[in-house]
């Protein structure tokens, strides 16, 4: 009875020390993926400083998060935010797909830029969506007895908040003109099929983040600063288009998938 008491001790301290292992080590391993991955389902530069993660919650810190321009916009980046928070299921943390609790972006900044009838968004929402459907098709299928199954992941909540968008073009030399980024709150991403790749999640997040950039709210703010400072004439009469009309651009120039994603997203958005 006592070598058995041992013995379990023995298998519980073990299994304490993978454990301790596993999430002292996925800072960087969270560091290396988004700095790599990232660029793959942008086209652009996506950088991450830092990430921290408390072994006793599974909690992490995301720090220094920044999302680069496509080719031919001006400005510095399309977003960066200071701290992004993510609550992960550490229990998953060796299984497929891996349960994310909860994303928080905090007060992110996006640089909105318009050029040529287009916009920096709208060019980074089309490259995220052709790479889930280069991903999707690369990605074996659970039956066909193919066992190497890219990972995915499930995120219970995805939540953005107190974020301002600042709208640059040549029209306005130099200025910008700024609006809040109205709260999105996304859930069940990836719940249904049993988990997304990453990009898929990604397109999904991104999707309602050009929505909200596209909003009629926003795009009242600023075509009452464009009118301030007679801008107008340079965009037509009608100033910058509103929130439907803009997302309905990049809707109509998606795939049957990326429709399929976006009429998914009624369920998934909920403004809290």
Same mark, same amino acid.
């Not at 074996?140 to 995120?155: C, M």
């Not at 037509?236 to 795939?255: E, H, I, N, P």
């Given at each position: 009875?006592?070598?058995?008491?041992? #013995? &379990?001790?023995?298998?519980?301290?073990?299994?304490?020390?993978?454990?301790?292992?596993?999430?002292?080590? %996925? #800072?960087? %391993?969270?560091?290396?993926?988004?700095?790599?991955? &990232?660029?793959?389902?942008?086209? =652009?530069?996506?950088?991450?400083?830092?990430?921290?993660?408390?072994?006793?919650?599974?909690?992490?810190?995301?720090?220094?998060?920044?999302? #680069?321009?496509?080719? +031919?916009?001006?400005?510095?980046?399309?977003?960066?935010?200071?701290?992004?928070?993510? !609550?992960?299921?550490?229990?998953?943390? =060796?299984?497929?797909?891996?349960?994310?609790?909860?994303?928080?972006?905090?007060?992110?900044?996006?640089?909105?830029? $318009?050029?040529?009838?287009?916009?920096?968004?709208?060019?980074?929402?089309?490259?995220?969506?052709?790479? @889930?459907?280069?991903?999707?098709?690369?990605?074996?299928? @659970?039956?066909?007895?193919?066992?190497?199954?890219? =990972?995915?992941?499930?995120?219970?909540?995805?939540?953005?908040?107190? &974020?301002?968008?600042?709208? /640059?073009?040549?029209?306005?030399?130099?200025?910008?003109?700024?609006?809040?980024?109205?709260?999105?709150?996304?859930?069940?991403?990836?719940?249904?099929?049993? +988990?997304?790749?990453?990009?898929?999640?990604?397109?999904?997040?991104?999707?309602?983040?050009?929505?909200?950039?596209?909003?009629?709210?926003? /795009?009242?703010?600023?075509?009452?600063?464009?009118?301030?400072?007679?801008?107008? $004439?340079?965009?037509? @009469?009608?100033?910058?288009? =509103?929130?439907?009309?803009? @997302?309905?651009?990049?809707?109509?120039?998606?795939? $049957?998938?990326?429709?399929?994603?976006?009429?998914?997203?009624?369920?998934?958005?909920?403004? !809290?």
């Amino acid at each position: 009875m006592k070598k058995l008491l041992i #013995g &379990g001790g023995v298998v519980i301290v073990l299994l304490a020390a993978v454990i301790f292992f596993t999430l002292s080590n %996925l #800072g960087p %391993l969270v560091k290396k993926t988004v700095n790599t991955v &990232g660029p793959q389902i942008t086209k =652009t530069d996506v950088e991450v400083k830092d990430v921290s993660v408390s072994i006793f919650s599974g909690q992490a810190k995301v720090k220094g998060f920044l999302l #680069g321009n496509p080719k +031919g916009f001006k400005s510095a980046q399309a977003m960066k935010v200071g701290s992004v928070f993510v !609550d992960i299921d550490e229990s998953s943390i =060796t299984k497929n797909p891996i349960v994310i609790n909860k994303i928080e972006i905090v007060a992110p900044e996006i640089t909105y830029e $318009k050029i040529s009838g287009s916009d920096n968004f709208q060019t980074l929402l089309k490259n995220v969506q052709k790479s @889930a459907q280069s991903e999707k098709k690369s990605t074996p299928k @659970a039956n066909s007895g193919d066992k190497k199954q890219g =990972t995915k992941i499930v995120i219970n909540n995805v939540i953005v908040k107190d &974020g301002k968008v600042h709208l /640059t073009m040549a029209a306005l030399m130099g200025k910008e003109i700024t609006a809040p980024l109205p709260d999105i709150h996304l859930k069940d991403i990836g719940k249904e099929k049993e +988990g997304a790749t990453p990009a898929e999640a990604f397109e999904q997040i991104f999707s309602s983040l050009y929505n909200s950039i596209s909003a009629d709210s926003v /795009t009242s703010v600023f075509n009452d600063g464009l009118k301030q400072l007679g801008n107008l $004439k340079d965009l037509g @009469a009608s100033g910058l288009q =509103t929130g439907q009309d803009a @997302a309905k651009g990049a809707v109509d120039s998606a795939s $049957k998938s990326v429709e399929s994603a976006t009429k998914g997203l009624k369920s998934l958005f909920n403004k !809290d």
